[in-house]
Antibody, heavy 123, light 111 residues
Framework: QVQLVESGGGLVKPGGSLRISCAAS????????MSWIRQAPGKGLEWVSF????????NYADSVEGRFTISRDNAKNSLYLQMNGLRAEDTALYYC????????????????WGQGALVTVSS | DIVMTQTPLSLSVTPGQPASISCKSS???????????LYWYLQKPGQSPQLLIY???NRFSGVPDRFSGSGSGTDFTLKISRVEAEDVGVYYC????????FGQGTKVEIK
């Protein structure tokens, strides 16, 4: 069965850095785009970034552009988010989610989600 | 950037009664390929979000048929024909025609 397991969350000081990971299993990872979505405490969902199946196409939300870097390792079935210059407003539960399939007629998006990695930015 | 606006932001429903949530986008979600990239998710308390509806009106695998989606262009609706206790949570619409954007969420509770 499809599984997405995030790791690497924690407490970091403002201005600090952190890398979170998402380990995928149960599907052909290299056939899917992947996304990071975050949810601040008590707030709604905010899309953060996506990466194409090969890693050649990447997009970011304006709120993280220039500070966050998404990457993937298809040999390890893993997705990453490097977060630099962290701010208090980046405090959130970070979910990885399976995005679209490489087949052009692909229909679903975010059909599977992990349980999230909690990132807390505080002094 | 495309803005997604949901109404209402909260809804209290008697079990067995219908419920409806509106989602409006600031730009048309109709792509040149003929598809409309509008999705609905439910986040139950303490859980990760789950996909309910894809491309406006298609129920995802395992989603009960009391859930239905409709709409076109910039105006969309999620309907629950008969609300059950297990339907409580926050419902989000999302567009993917230009990156990805979620609506603010609609909290559904049982009376």
């Amino acid at each position: 069965q499809v599984q997405l397991v995030e790791s690497g969350g924690g407490l970091v000081k403002p201005g600090g850095s952190l890398r979170i990971s998402c380990a995928a299993s149960g599907f052909t990872f290299s056939d899917y785009y992947m996304s990071w979505i975050r949810q601040a405490p008590g707030k709604g969902l905010e899309w953060v970034s996506f990466i194409s199946s090969s890693g050649t196409t990447i997009n970011y939300a304006d709120s993280v552009e220039g500070r966050f870097t998404i990457s993937r390792d298809n040999a390890k079935n893993s997705l990453y988010l490097q977060m630099n210059g962290l701010r208090a407003e980046d405090t959130a539960l970070y979910y990885c989610a399976r995005d679209k399939h490489i087949v052009p007629a692909s229909t679903t998006r975010f059909d599977y989600w992990g349980q999230g990695a909690l990132v807390t930015v505080s002094s | 950037d495309i803005v997604m606006t949901q109404t209402p932001l909260s809804l209290s429903v008697t079990p067995g009664q219908p419920a409806s949530i509106s989602c409006k986008s600031s730009q048309s979600l109709l792509h040149s390929d003929g598809k409309t990239y509008l999705y609905w998710y439910l986040q139950k308390p303490g859980q990760s979000p789950q996909l309910l509806i894809y491309e406006v009106s298609n129920r995802f695998s395992g989603v009960p048929d009391r859930f239905s989606g409709s709409g076109s262009g910039t105006d969309f609706t999620l309907k629950i024909s008969r609300v059950e206790a297990e339907d409580v949570g926050v419902y989000y619409c999302m567009q993917t025609i230009q990156f990805r954007t979620f609506g603010q969420g609609t909290k559904v509770e049982i009376k």
